[in-house]
């Protein structure tokens, strides 16, 4: 009994964590109503804007495009969220946007 608890614990986390990007956090950029993220995994760059104040459904917005490549975009009404996105971006720069209830942040081209 005691070991099915303690399984229990690290099975939730990773719950969480899949819906998060993978691999190591390269840049973050808060606004007036999120956060916008960006993580770098071997040959892959991932992105997410999450909301400062989650419950709510509102317009939430991530695009994260490849330098010369078609960005990959996620965008709707969600209530904590949108992404995560990912491109490959082996040796490639890449621009992250993030918007959450009209308010947003970008980052330029970055992981040059």
């Not at 956090?25 to 770098?40: Q, S």
């Not at 975009?73 to 996105?85: E, L, N, S, W, Y």
């Not at 992250?96 to 992981?111: E, M």
Request: glycine letters at 12%; hydrophobic letters at 40%.
């Amino acid at each position: 009994m005691v070991g099915a608890v303690s399984l229990t614990g690290p099975g939730v986390q990773s719950a969480e964590a899949m819906s998060a990007c993978a691999g190591r956090p390269v840049k973050t950029v808060g606004f007036a109503t999120g956060e916008l993220r960006v993580y770098k995994q071997r040959q892959y760059a991932c992105a997410m804007t999450v909301a400062k104040n989650p419950g709510t459904r509102r317009a939430m917005s991530v695009s994260l495009q490849p330098r010369g490549g078609r960005a990959a975009v996620d965008k709707g009404d969600f209530t904590r969220q949108a992404g995560p996105v990912t491109v490959h971006a082996l040796n490639r720069c890449v621009r992250v946007s993030g918007a959450v209830a009209g308010k947003s942040a970008s980052t330029g081209w970055i992981l040059c």
